[in-house]
């Protein structure tokens, strides 16, 4: 049994692999100073439920860009499930290459979600990831990540929204009924929903021609299956390709893994 664990800035997404199948997932709000032992009662709890046990964990990897969650959460896996984890950053062997101006500052999320994208098409490609921001990581055909694109993500614009204007409602994130807003309401989903399926078209379009070629593009993320079933840019969806990345990474490096030592 190997866990797999992304902290996000918003959530905390772990899942349980049984040799490479996902077999169980699970996602709780990121606290930044959640300790190693408030850990082990969250996942304990989490594994029990299903007949699990902090014993039968064999291994972990974890990807982290909230820095100040690293240390407790590497503190849980060596205290309580008796492994060292596999920590993802740029630093580590990767089947992609990081042809960037500064690779140190490559979220390991994207890393994740870069390599597992290639991986899987073997053609360029970009990946778009609806978190706290919506980010695009683009892959060339030659498994070179180029970078990405990175803007405020869809429920963000709308607390921005919400927050900075006197009369303005807060509204949840939803398709409206048409384009123009018959309400005040209508209106702000328009603009948040069809604002942000423009952005991610014209992004699309606009890294196509830098490209010379149409990328493969893979979405993940809460909002991934409303936009994907909007436009027909999108060739796959996968909540947990970020995960799935991790440990293929995890995987290349489990050589030089060092074994843990209480």
Not at 21 to 50: I, M, P
Request: aromatic share 8%; proline share 4%; with cysteine.
């Amino acid at each position: 049994m190997l866990f797999a664990v992304d902290i996000g800035n918003t959530s905390t997404h772990v899942a349980v692999f049984d040799h490479g199948v996902l077999s169980l997932s699970y996602r709780f709000r990121t606290e930044t100073f959640r300790s190693a032992d408030e850990y082990a009662v969250t996942l304990a709890q989490l594994l029990s439920l299903h007949g699990r046990r902090l014993e039968h964990v064999e291994g972990a990897a974890i990807c982290c860009v909230v820095p100040q969650s690293l240390a407790e959460i590497c503190a849980f896996f060596r205290t309580y499930a008796h492994c060292d984890p596999f920590v993802l950053d740029h630093t580590v062997k990767l089947p992609i290459r990081l042809a960037v101006d500064h690779p140190a500052e490559v979220g390991a999320d994207r890393i994740a979600n870069a390599a597992e994208a290639f991986a899987r098409f073997r053609a360029a490609t970009v990946v778009i990831d609806f978190g706290t921001a919506t980010t695009f990581d683009v892959v060339d055909g030659g498994g070179a990540y180029r970078g990405g694109v990175i803007t405020p993500g869809i429920t963000l614009s709308a607390e921005a929204l919400w927050s900075h204007t006197a009369k303005l409602p807060r509204v949840d994130v939803r398709k409206p009924a048409s384009v123009v807003g018959a309400s005040t309401v209508e209106s702000i989903r328009a603009g948040l929903y069809y604002g942000h399926l423009s952005l991610i078209e014209g992004i699309l379009g606009r890294t196509a021609q830098e490209l010379g070629t149409r990328p493969k593009v893979l979405g993940t993320g809460g909002y991934a299956p409303m936009f994907a079933a909007e436009t027909d840019w999108f060739d796959a969806v996968d909540e947990e390709v970020t995960l799935r990345g991790l440990l293929r990474i995890r995987e290349i490096n489990a050589a030089e893994e060092a074994p843990f030592s209480a």
